[in-house]
């Protein structure tokens, strides 16, 4: 157990020393607020999701024939799971999982279809929206997953081209 906490560990310690370099060489002045937030919101759920036993194996993964990217794609247990992260600075206003919406969902759908094009035709996949709040006042984030948020059923064929 101590080794795979010293392994989480460094592997958080790595990842931050590699984001403080890419803040200082991309400038993040010239990066719009929410972009700042919702990279932040990323690196975040990805801690967050591996605390409750998920094994993340791809960030930002493209599609070089889609539009759009996976945020995160990671094991929760034998299930592989397409993770959408949502930031938010306030709750009050459109709620961060709101904003996967059908068109969205079909965006995700289709990048999806190309990661899975990867993996055995048997894996057992699902759709999660994790929506990470950064709220006035609170020194951390909170979170909300939505395990299963939404199916492909309106996209026929899509398991069958898989």
């Not at 999982?97 to 969205?104: G, N, Q, S, Y």
């Not at 995700?108 to 035709?121: E, K, N, T």
């Amino acid at each position: 157990m101590g080794v795979f906490m010293f392994a989480g560990r460094l592997t958080q310690a790595t990842l931050r020393a590699l984001d403080w370099i890419a803040a200082r060489m991309l400038s993040p002045e010239d990066m719009p607020a929410h972009q700042r937030t919702g990279r932040r919101g990323e690196e975040d759920a990805y801690f967050y999701l591996r605390q409750r036993g998920y094994t993340i194996i791809a960030r930002n993964y493209r599609s070089p024939h889609h539009r759009g990217e996976l945020d995160l794609v990671g094991w929760d247990r034998d299930v592989l799971c397409v993770i959408e992260v949502k930031t938010r600075t306030a709750r009050h206003f459109k709620p961060a999982e709101a904003a996967v919406d059908r068109h969205k969902q079909r965006e995700l759908s289709m990048v999806a279809r190309d990661f899975l094009r990867q993996m055995p035709p048997s894996c057992q996949w699902r759709f999660d929206v994790l929506a990470v709040y950064y709220e006035l006042g609170r020194s951390r984030p909170s979170f909300e997953l939505f395990q299963n948020a939404f199916s492909v059923a309106y996209n026929r064929g899509f398991a069958d081209s898989h």
